[in-house]
């Protein structure tokens, strides 16, 4: 492999990991808060729709990242109605709403299948300008490209080195305990939500509007469970998924060097590395009784009163 | 569900307790169908035609009857594959991808035997079937049955690599010769046979007899006074001497090929060969309809009858009205969320 294709690979890891990063930071932050979002797909796929809609009828691609991320956040806000409010198991919930999302998006896209739009614009850095031209143009990217590495360190700091953070931390641990030391689990896990929607919102808008840059049904082809799985994978840490989120997208970028340097293994079998990495991992850190999932993850907060 | 009937039998109105269950699925079944008439509404649909459609061409005539039966096959045998292990509280959110893998090698075995006659070969096949989805659910049984990876989360991310396993498949062995993503139809002998002229098959007396077999077993049977043993306390059973870890991984696996065969019923008897990506979510259906009435087989029967209905009239609505199919997710994800968000019925409240 040359250094070119090399980079070419980097290059188109980083288109598609974008978003898979943004989808698996906010669930980062819902798993921190004890909520599994097993529904993200369907999450995704509303924001996906709702973002390029916007996008078509304003000709604003900004106006449909802002609309993906209000549609994410409103996506997940629903869930939590179902898990925080009417106390309903997180998993059946999850898949309720993942039904929800096939059903809605494809209501909300059906009539802007085949239409083009503007997508998000692409720049160069300028420190990136001065390499040659065939290096430039693999690392020309759009605005989410650019914002994604911050924000995953921006959701680190809010996790870890905030008071708010502390909250949702402790919300995952044990609500019983949050709830004595003075939070209310309830606000703070629809708070997590929201933020996990919103993120997640970004992450469809990258794919509808940046990547894809059209609507399909089920476009989002399985986006997020990977993310879920990404999540589990970086041990609900927002930096070890930078890393995670590279590695699964390099898997399945790889595919094409390997076909054109004449090594054939079947993109089926690549597509599959993401989850088999993530059992692994699991695998060797099951053994670690200190492990890193957030203790009340998946468990319903009954009320402390 | 103990909150409901709590919150039910808090009106203080004298009905008996099955007439109260009753009455409050009907409000919730109402319910759902009023948001979804909404939904219609706003599209600019009519949601009194749309739902006259929705029953007129399910429950109206014995071919919609029938229609529903079929769409009931395999969410029945796959609830049921996720309600056996819930006995001893193990989470099986793994029945899509123990589908796909039962369905291929029932398929590989149509493949290989196709010579043999119905008698041998359909046995054959539902044997290969059950084996692969117990293959896959062996895995995340026997870490859950040495303490070391939760069972829910590694069923949970085999899912989306089973369907990936039957592509690699199908693409680079078993396609016909005109299609890259299917294989040849089956020899007549590898389809399971139709009932009453009609495109039921004998799946559905698969998930029938499994059904009344499961509700036996747990009450009857030695195993199953231990199986509940064990979901009472799973800990507190071990001391007492049940061999919590061979259960696990047994009833984890029965689970995973209840679920297989489901694949194997759908490969030979829906569609007569294997496609890639050919389910439309059975075994996550599955998962909900389990989780929906606590496990219980009779209420399995019921709650995958109702969301048959739901998706053979869906069928219908796509045709007639000119809805993208997948919309009729919203009304089957409606139902879903007013079971889940639990809704207490009450009427004539006092105060």
């Given amino acids: ?14 288109f598609s990991g974008t978003s898979l990063l943004y989808t698996a930071l906010g669930e980062t932050i819902d798993e921190r808060a004890g909520i599994v979002n097993l529904g993200l ?35 997940n806000l629903l869930l939590g109605f179902l898990v925080i409010t009417r106390k309903a198991n997180q998993l059946a919930s999850g898949l309720a709403v993942m039904f929800f999302g096939f059903g809605l998006s494809a209501l909300i896209g059906n009539p802007y299948v085949g239409k083009s739009i503007h997508a998000l614009p692409r720049f160069e850095l300028p420190v990136l300008a001065s390499l040659p031209q065939v290096y430039a143009s693999l690392f020309k990217f759009d605005l989410l490209i650019y914002l994604v590495l911050p924000m995953a360190f921006f959701v680190w700091w809010l996790l870890f080195h905030t008071r708010w953070g502390l909250g949702v ?39 509808a509007i940046a990547y894809a840059m059209n609507w399909t049904e089920y476009m989002t082809g399985g986006r997020g469970f990977i993310a879920v799985a990404l999540v589990i994978f970086s041990r609900w840490h927002p930096l070890r998924a930078i890393v995670g989120a590279l590695l699964f997208s390099a898997a399945v970028a790889l595919q094409l060097v390997l076909q054109n340097s004449g090594i054939s293994i079947s993109p089926f079998l690549l597509d599959s590395v993401p989850y088999i990495l993530t059992i692994l991992v699991l695998i060797a850190w099951g053994g670690n009784r200190r492990q890193a999932a957030p203790a009340s993850l998946g468990r319903v907060y009954q009320g402390s009163e | 569900m103990t909150q409901n009937i709590e919150a039910v039998s808090a009106t203080k109105i004298a009905l008996p307790r ?24 706003v599209t600019g649909k009519d949601p009194i035609q749309s739902y006259r459609d929705i029953f007129s061409s399910t429950l109206g005539s014995s071919y919609g009857l029938s229609e529903v039966i079929v769409a009931m096959t395999p969410i029945l045998l796959t609830g049921l594959a996720v309600s056996l292990p819930s006995r001893i509280m193990l989470i099986n959110v793994g029945a899509e991808g123990q589908l796909y893998i039962g369905a291929a090698l029932a398929t ?72 890259t993503n299917k294989t040849a139809r089956f020899v007549e002998a590898a389809r399971l046979p139709a009932l009453f002229g009609t495109r039921v098959t004998v799946g559905i007396l698969f998930g029938v007899v499994l059904l009344v077999g499961f509700w036996l077993f747990m ?94 009239g869906g069928n ?18 409606l139902t879903l969320f007013v079971v889940l968000a639990r809704p207490t019925f009450t009427i004539g409240r006092k105060s």
């Avoid at chain 1, 996906?48 to 994410?72: D, E, K, Q």
């Avoid at chain 2, 990936?164 to 396609?175: R, S, T």
């Avoid at chain 2, 389990?290 to 998706?311: E, H, K, Q, R, T």
């Fill in chain 1, 1 to 14: 492999m040359t250094g070119l294709s090399i980079l070419g690979v980097l290059s188109s890891a980083i």
């Fill in chain 1, 41 to 75: 797909e369907g999450v995704l796929l509303v924001s996906a729709a709702s973002g390029f809609a916007v996008t078509v009828r304003t000709g604003n691609p900004y106006l449909g990242v802002l609309i993906a991320m209000l549609a994410g956040g409103l996506m």
């Fill in chain 1, 169 to 207: 931390r402790a919300v995952g641990e044990n609500t019983d305990t949050a709830f004595a030391s003075g939070r209310n689990p309830r606000r703070i896990r629809y708070q997590a939500l929201l933020a996990g929607g919103l993120l997640a919102g970004l992450g469809a808008a990258h794919i």
């Fill in chain 2, 18 to 41: 099955w007439m109260k269950d009753i009455l409050r699925y009907v409000y919730m079944i109402a319910l759902s169908f009023l948001l979804f008439g909404l939904i219609l509404l």
């Fill in chain 2, 108 to 179: 590989w075995g149509a493949l290989t035997f196709n010579t043999l006659p119905a008698w041998a070969l359909i046995p054959i096949m539902m044997l290969l079937g059950m084996v692969g989805g117990a293959l896959w659910a062996f895995i995340p049984a026997y870490l859950k049955s040495i303490g070391l990876v939760n069972e829910t989360i590694t069923s949970l991310l085999f899912n989306p690599v089973a369907p990936k396993i039957i592509g690699f498949l199908v693409f680079g062995f078993w396609h016909s010769p005109m299609d």
């Fill in chain 2, 219 to 312: 009450r009857f049977s030695r195993w199953g006074l231990e199986m509940r043993a064990i979901g009472g306390n799973s800990q507190a059973s071990r001391r007492n001497g049940i061999p919590l870890k061979a259960y696990i991984i047994i009833v984890f696996c029965a689970g995973g090929a209840i679920a297989g065969l489901a694949g194997m019923v759908q490969a030979s008897g829906y569609y007569g060969l294997l496609l890639t990506n050919f389910s439309i979510g059975w075994g996550f259906m599955g998962f909900l309809i389990c989780w929906l009435v606590a496990g219980d087989p009779f209420g399995i029967l019921i709650m995958s009858f109702l969301v048959s209905v739901i998706l053979t």
């Fill in chain 2, 316 to 333: 219908l609505l796509q045709i007639t009205r000119g809805v993208p199919y997948s919309i009729i997710n919203i009304l089957l994800a």
